[in-house]
């Protein structure tokens, strides 16, 4: 399906972006309709189908049916994980990584809706915490370039997101001369006021010296964090950026494995009292995997608070719901029907509630509903 859209960041425009739309189509019968799990796999890496097709859907339906359910007779995402990975060779996991997750993101979606409870509830009582209160934290991730863009039209958008309900925005970096992106972010926080409500993303852009002069020039803000400042699997670099700045740097969103984020936390001088990670659930085999990556990273030293899941779309809302995260990303505005929540959901002060829609909850959201129902029927 097309996402296609005239903005971009410090790297690419999204003028050719696709993504796939998987609908896994059960024969377990809730209130008279079969249940149908649903998912996407997210914005910024493009539509993998033939992968699917090839090889892992087959996988699945040609497993006895009985080796995928668990205990209770439900069909298991944990379970079908490790088929859909069977003949795979180690390494390289970009190559299926997000054609992996999203079939298996769309099953957590049929397994919570089978038994008629959100997501984020199952995840909950599976893996737990959940998030105090039934709301979680969501933040705006905004600022993109547009074409003949100025710093006021940039801060009116900015005023539209705060006048929205949100306090924690997020604005690009990278693209611009330097000095330029500085009026920019003086521009947004003469908005949101303390560097502590905007983060800034330069999408992986710079080599050593750039990223060491934006270091230096972002320091004195106080920023939320600088997401990725150089190339995702530069971990020297990571390490170095690491070490010259002081305030918190993201980083994640480009990394697809266990192994990725596990070589990030121990060579990529990330620091476990500060530093945020940014995985993509169904862009990283899934939730599943997603979960031992939060395992992982407290082992390290990480809270969960530090773990904000990216990706602003329903899917990222039910991993932070479930696994009491830091918070989750939304883009107003943008991807069209395949970023944000439900046609109901409401931002206060910088929260937003968790839904109680069973499964992930996309039938509350209509214009992405209308889509996937097309695909599933």
Not at 236 to 250: K, R, W
Request: some cysteine; charged content about 25%; glycine content about 14%.
């Amino acid at each position: 399906m097309p996402v296609r859209s005239s903005m971009r960041n410090a790297v690419f425009d999204f003028g050719e972006m696709t993504t796939s739309v998987v609908a896994v189509v059960t024969d377990r019968v809730v209130e008279g309709r079969p249940v149908v799990g649903y998912a996407f796999n997210g914005t910024g890496r493009y539509a993998c189908g033939a992968t699917m097709r090839d090889r892992f859907i087959p996988r699945l339906l040609a497993e006895a049916p009985e080796a995928l359910l668990d205990a209770e007779g439900f069909i298991d995402p944990e379970r079908c994980l490790p088929v859909m990975n069977r003949r795979e060779k180690p390494g390289g996991d970009a190559e299926r990584a997000w054609a992996i997750g999203t079939i298996e993101t769309a099953l957590w979606d049929a397994c919570a809706k089978a038994r008629g409870e959100p997501l984020w509830s199952l995840l909950a009582r599976r893996y737990g915490p959940g998030s105090p209160g039934g709301r979680v934290s969501c933040y705006v991730g905004g600022g993109w370039y547009r074409p003949g863009q100025t710093v006021a039209d940039l801060q009116d958008e900015m005023r539209r997101h705060r006048d929205a309900g949100y306090v924690q925005l997020k604005t690009k970096v990278g693209g611009l001369a330097i000095d330029e992106d500085r009026r920019r972010i003086e521009g947004v926080l003469a908005i949101v006021g303390e560097g502590a409500n905007l983060a800034v993303d330069a999408n992986g852009a710079f080599d050593r010296e750039r990223a060491l002069a934006y270091a230096e020039m972002l320091a004195p803000y106080g920023l939320r964090w600088f997401e990725e400042p150089v190339h995702p699997l530069d971990l020297a670099l990571y390490a170095e950026v690491c070490g010259a700045y002081a305030p918190p740097v993201g980083t994640g969103e480009n990394l697809y494995s266990l192994q990725d984020l596990t070589n990030m936390v121990r060579f990529g001088g990330l620091r476990p009292d500060r530093d945020i990670l940014q995985v993509d659930p169904p862009q990283a085999f899934g939730i599943g995997t997603f979960v031992r990556i939060v395992a992982m990273a407290q082992a390290a030293g990480f809270s969960r608070a530090q773990i904000f899941p990216h990706g602003g779309n329903q899917m990222s809302l039910a991993v932070v719901g479930g696994l009491g995260l830091g918070g989750c990303e939304s883009y107003p505005g943008v991807f069209g029907a395949f970023a944000g929540y439900a046609d109901d959901a409401r931002v206060e002060d910088g929260w937003l509630r968790l839904p109680d829609r069973p499964g992930i909850g996309f039938e509350g959201q209509s214009e992405l509903y209308a889509v996937m129902r097309g695909i599933g029927a």
